[in-house]
């Protein structure tokens, strides 16, 4: 199964942190990632800018609004995720605490929804089929 | 005269034979339990699919009925239901054909169903990952119990709801959200493995503690299903014994029911009236249960690896000796709150363990002990904390505050029988004075 595991943390603190504190940061998240390639089971992982980058669409009846800011603000900002491919939840659990990430924030871990032909198709279609 | 002694015996053996018939009646129902419970297990840990396979075992029973009344019984009754259930199973896959169905891998369980059937074996045990699954942290911990009541026991959701006090539509849909949420966030059916299962245990036994809760919570068994959800969690912790023996945490867990369970009918006099612990008639309890439970907990002892229901059982203990000394063992009730507070720090606990220690070093020492928590505000509104001050308050001979203490208490407790019994303690601080107490607490 697919799982994505979704990093939150507050952002502020990130980008206030040292430079020392960053490059080691940074240097776990390098380890990290190069031990899930290891495993076999990456399929795709980014960083995002800051939220306060974001921008947010909304179009009800035809009609787009265009908002700045990301979708909820919160102190805690998704900041970067992975894309695994891993058995079961519980070894999505492992490798979610073994995220830099969890130690100083959240990760949120969600399964991907699957299809019949067991390829990963948008939600919109999937909810389209049913 | 004659004649009416012997109606009356007539009617007894009449009951009596009733009761027979009741007997075998649940014995059958065991047994179907027994192999439904396997046969969800089996399904479902390989489909991970929860209601479908019980959908499908429910159609497979119902072919059962229908059909070994004319056939009669199979040589192998579960292979038969097993291969009816996967029929089933793959029919209503085909109708279905939704997006979602993609994780469930039809062959691979008719595989597993062919290999089960075809080996002369009896169809591998399940249930244990299965209730791992039912009790996994990414469960919500209120359902878990629920959970293991419908999946392993085959509990509708009506009777679950009213044994939980919860809407049956309320109920339904927990169930149906956290069968879904085992099928779509992937939750495994496994047994962890070392590192992780003392804390997943503790889930499972847990769950099953709440099930046994329930049941035992209806000490006047008006409640006819809710008095067998204390057997059923009974059934349920002898289950994880058999499955994991080496396990002395499920082993103090068992011992823990059935001390309980062996003083289940003394907690009430023949008026319906409420009898505290300290004056139960030690000849009420039930022998053959507080003896099993002993055997139980001295084999977990053997293990030498300590823990919150094996503590809680040796309490029991310490006051099931009184069967045979006549003398509760206070001292060493004492120690072993002391051991349970530190280790769960849970202020239950530590208002049990102030009784105990009042009845070891006088009442003023209990209350001082008390009075060390007065600062949680979690027992401002906990019956047990004020009935045990209030106890301890009239044995100092300060009736004021204890007639304060009782009506907070009174005002607290749900059982008009406990109530009762509170209302006459308060009354008689007036008539005698600090009289005798022990230990208030139900």
């Known amino acids: ?130 | 005269m004659a004649a009416r002694r012997a109606e009356s015996a007539a009617a007894t053996s009449t009951q009596r034979s009733a009761a027979v018939a009741m007997d075998a009646q649940r014995a059958i129902e065991r047994a179907a339990r027994d192999s439904y419970s396997r046969l969800v297990a089996f399904l479902a840990a390989r489909s991970r699919d929860v209601a479908g396979a019980e959908d499908a075992l429910g159609d497979a029973f119902r072919a059962a009925l229908e059909t070994w009344p004319r056939t009669g019984v199979p040589d192998k009754p579960e292979a038969w239901l097993l291969v009816a259930a996967r029929r089933r199973l793959i029919d209503a896959a085909r109708r279905r054909r939704s997006a979602e169905e993609g994780s469930i891998d039809l062959q691979l369980i008719a595989d597993a169903v062919e290999a089960a059937v075809a080996s002369d074996a009896p169809i591998p045990d399940d249930r244990l990952r299965l209730m791992f699954a039912c009790a996994h942290p990414a469960i919500d911990p209120a359902v878990r119990a629920p959970l293991m009541l419908q999946t392993i026991l085959g509990f509708d959701a009506g009777t679950i709801a009213s044994a939980f006090l919860v809407a049956p539509a309320t109920m339904g849909q927990r169930l149906v959200r956290a069968k879904n949420k085992i099928k779509q966030a992937g939750i495994p059916f496994r047994v962890p493995d070392r590192a992780e299962l003392p804390e997943r245990l503790d889930a499972v036994l847990e769950a099953i503690y709440a099930v046994f809760a329930e049941g035992w919570s209806d000490p006047a068994a008006t409640d006819v299903r809710r008095r067998n959800l204390a057997e059923e969690g009974i059934w349920l912790g002898r289950l994880v014994v058999s499955l994991l023996p080496s396990e002395p945490e499920a082993l103090g867990l068992v011992a823990l029911m059935l001390h309980a369970e062996a003083r289940r009918g003394a907690r009430r006099d023949g008026d319906g009236n409420y009898v505290p612990l300290a004056k139960q008639d030690p000849a009420s309890w039930d022998a053959r249960l507080i003896e099993e439970a002993e055997t139980l907990l001295l084999r977990a002892g053997r293990m030498n690896v300590t823990g919150r229901y094996q503590l809680e059982a040796a309490t029991q203990s310490a006051h099931a000796v009184r069967r045979l000394t006549g003398c509760t063992d206070w001292a060493a009730i004492v120690q072993i709150y002391d051991a349970l507070l530190a280790l769960t720090a849970s202020p239950v606990v530590a208002i049990n363990r102030a009784v105990a220690l009042a009845e070891t070093h006088g009442p003023a020492d209990g209350l001082a002990a008390l009075a060390a928590l007065g600062d949680d505000a979690r027992l401002a509104d906990y019956q047990p904390y004020w009935a045990a001050r209030a106890g301890l308050l009239a044995r100092t001979g300060d009736i004021g505050a204890a007639e304060e203490a009782y009506q907070q208490a009174i005002g607290l407790e749900p059982d008009p029988a406990v109530r009762r019994y509170l209302q006459q303690r308060c009354k008689d601080l007036r008539v005698s004075g600090a009289a005798s107490t022990n230990s208030e607490i139900p």
């Open chain 1, 1 to 130: 199964m697919q799982y994505l595991l979704m990093i939150y943390g507050n952002e502020e603190r990130m980008l206030s942190a040292t430079k020392e504190a960053t490059s080691q940061m940074i240097a776990a998240y390098t380890a990290y990632t190069e031990a899930i390639k290891k495993a076999g089971i990456y399929v795709g992982s980014n960083r995002l800018q800051p939220a306060r980058t974001a921008t947010t669409v909304r179009a009800p009846n035809g009609k787009s609004s265009v908002l700045d800011g990301p979708y909820a603000e919160t102190k805690e900002q998704l900041g970067g995720y992975y894309l695994i491919d891993v058995p079961d939840l519980d070894a999505a659990l492992s490798w979610a605490a073994r995220c830099p990430g969890a130690a100083h924030g959240a990760i949120e871990v969600r399964p991907i929804w699957a299809t019949k032909s067991g390829e990963y198709q948008q939600i919109a279609s999937a909810q389209g089929s049913t």
